[in-house]
């Protein structure tokens, strides 16, 4: 049978409860399965790095990148913490996985399930997905400052983006928008401002598209999609931009369709030169952390993405289908009902697709 080496790096704060959830359901899902996922845990974050002064060590880089496919919780300390403030564990480990194993896909799937309570009075169909470039923009660590802790400092961060890297980015947002449906692309940019890199950005998806007559492209500048986002959600099919916008733009998409605990990513190295890496869009929330008041929803849903990613369609498949039935449970029981604990809804997800094993009538 197939075997699959996972990295599991569960991090900081609500990282391992959440983590927990995503292991059990993976464990269920590929029980009957052809594929056995053997797993390797790493524990590095803000934790390992206040008792080890390690944050990504290259021992740790090289063993992580022996692995099919990574799945992490999330990392980061306490906002603020001052043992953290020269560690930067953000930039050090979880960049330096995107940028050392070439994440230069950021998939950002947002959909509304049936039945989720969301902030928007009449969202429409919600289903859209952001192709978010992964090692590039501001995130490259380009910038400096000079006559620091004077009044005349000058602090530059430099975004950079390079046509190779635009390109495959906007390659890979074509051939998903390609697959879908409503084949819409949307570039989001901010062209009217950021005229170099806007006008990179925006030349090389006009040259792909003559390759893609299907797909229907259009351009909205970043302010004005976050308009759209609330108050035409339905218009979006796949959007593609950079860096800081995909950042941003993926933590307003979370929060209009159900929440950032349902929110889910990947970091895709589409090559498959290294190991893509799956992980909640959200953070390590040091304010609910230790008290399974998180949502693992985001973490099972990445757990899908993983497998959908592995060819393992049909398993991921059924992970989508026992979040959407545990969703609408959710609903049906109301707002009034006693809240459950991270492992309760993990639990229950489990527990759904038991149950979606047991009734298929086709199973091999
Ligand atoms: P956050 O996403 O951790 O939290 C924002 C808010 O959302 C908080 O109120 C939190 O309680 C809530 N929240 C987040 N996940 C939730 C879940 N699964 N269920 C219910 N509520 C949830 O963002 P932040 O507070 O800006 O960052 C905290 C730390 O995490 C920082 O150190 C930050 O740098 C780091 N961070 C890491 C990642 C990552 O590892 N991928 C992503 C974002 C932030
Ligand atoms: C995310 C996070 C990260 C990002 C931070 C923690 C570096 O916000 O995954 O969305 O900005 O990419
Ligand atoms: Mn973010």
């Known amino acids: 049978?197939?075997?699959?080496?996972?990295?599991?790096?569960?991090?900081?704060?609500?990282?391992?409860?959440?983590?927990?959830?995503?292991?059990?359901?993976?464990?269920?899902?590929?029980?009957?399965?052809?594929?056995?996922f053997e797993k390797t845990e790493f524990s590095l974050g803000a934790a390992r790095f206040l008792e080890t002064g390690d944050v990504l060590t290259d021992a740790d880089l090289a063993a992580i990148a022996s692995h099919d496919a990574i799945l992490l919780g999330a990392v980061g300390g306490v906002p603020g913490d001052p043992r953290l403030a020269d560690a930067n564990i953000e930039r050090g480990l979880l960049l330096g996985l995107r940028f050392s194993l070439d994440h230069y896909v950021n998939l950002r799937p947002s959909v509304i399930f049936p039945g989720v309570p969301g902030p928007l009075a009449a969202p429409g169909a919600v289903d859209f997905v952001v192709v978010?470039?992964?090692?590039?923009?501001?995130?490259?660590?380009?910038?400096?400052?000079?006559?620091?802790?004077?009044?005349?400092?000058?602090?530059?961060?430099?975004?950079?983006?390079?046509?190779?890297g635009v390109e495959r980015v906007v390659r890979h947002a074509f051939a998903v928008a390609q697959g879908r449906p409503a084949r819409r692309l949307t570039l989001v940019h901010k062209t009217n401002v950021l005229v170099f890199a806007g006008?990179?950005?925006?030349r090389i998806v006009l040259a792909v598209a003559t390759e893609y007559p299907d797909v229907t492209v259009d351009y909205l500048h970043v302010d004005a999609a976050t308009i759209f986002m609330v108050t035409q959600p339905s218009r979006f099919d796949v959007i593609v931009t950079d860096n800081l916008f995909g950042d941003i733009l993926t933590d307003l998409a979370a929060a209009i369709s159900g929440g950032i605990g349902l929110a889910a990513s990947g970091n895709i190295n589409p090559d498959g030169r290294f190991p893509s890496m799956f992980e909640p869009v959200h953070g390590s929330a040091p304010d609910i952390a230790g008290k399974q008041l998180a949502d693992p929803t985001a973490a099972i849903l990445s757990v899908a993405l993983l497998l959908d990613?592995?060819?393992?369609?049909?398993?991921?498949?059924?992970?989508?289908?026992?979040?959407?039935?545990?969703?609408?449970?959710?609903?049906?029981?109301?707002?009034?009902?006693?809240?459950?604990?991270?492992?309760?809804?993990?639990?229950?997800?489990?527990?759904r697709l038991t149950e979606t094993i047991v009734t298929r009538p086709t199973e091999k």
Do not use: M
């Open 1 to 36: 049978s197939r075997q699959i080496k996972l990295a599991v790096i569960p991090g900081d704060g609500i990282g391992p409860e959440v983590i927990a959830e995503a292991v059990k359901v993976l464990d269920a899902v590929t029980a009957r399965e052809e594929v056995t």
């Open 132 to 164: 978010r470039e992964g090692t590039e923009g501001p995130y490259v660590g380009n910038g400096g400052s000079i006559r620091q802790g004077t009044s005349h400092e000058v602090a530059n961060e430099v975004s950079v983006n390079t046509a190779f």
């Open 199 to 202: 006008s990179l950005w925006q």
């Open 309 to 351: 990613h592995l060819g393992l369609t049909e398993a991921g498949a059924r992970v989508k289908a026992a979040v959407t039935a545990d969703i609408a449970d959710r609903a049906d029981r109301g707002v009034d009902s006693a809240p459950r604990s991270t492992a309760d809804v993990g639990d229950a997800i489990v527990t």
